[in-house]
């Protein structure tokens, strides 16, 4: 199994800068993909970015340039670094984890979100 706690949200002027981390946990042989996703109010969740375990990114077009995904593999932990943030990014913000356990079987498991609000 494997768990996955965010950090780091807040109420963020526009204009301004955030740093969201999760760390996932638990009984697993490695982890795989980790990635952040959001939902604003009347929203579906949307992907916001993904890292591989081998480091490579992927970008919704809404946030290319302005946020990047990074990950510490000794520490099971990704973490999202948002600039120029606007209004348009106020959202929850959930980390979602991939795992294989020692059997081969994969697992998935999101965290319990952390509000992100851009607002003067």
């Known amino acids: 199994q494997v768990q996955v706690v965010e950090s780091g949200g807040g109420l963020v002027q526009p204009g301004g800068s955030l740093r969201l981390s999760c760390a996932a946990s638990?009984?697993?042989?490695?982890?795989?993909?980790m990635g952040w996703y959001r939902q604003a109010p009347g929203k579906q969740r949307e992907l916001v970015a993904v890292i591989t375990s081998l480091g490579s990114t992927r970008y919704a077009d809404a946030v290319k340039g302005r946020i990047t995904i990074s990950r510490d593999n000794t520490k099971n932990t990704v973490y999202l670094q948002m600039g120029s943030l606007n209004p348009e990014d106020t959202a929850v913000y959930y980390c979602?984890?991939?795992?294989?356990?020692?059997?081969?079987?994969?697992?998935?498991?999101w965290g319990q979100g952390t509000q992100v609000t851009v607002s003067s």
């Open positions: 979602n984890a991939r795992a294989q356990e020692y059997s081969g079987r994969t697992l998935s498991s």
């Open positions: 638990g009984t697993f042989w490695r982890l795989n993909d």
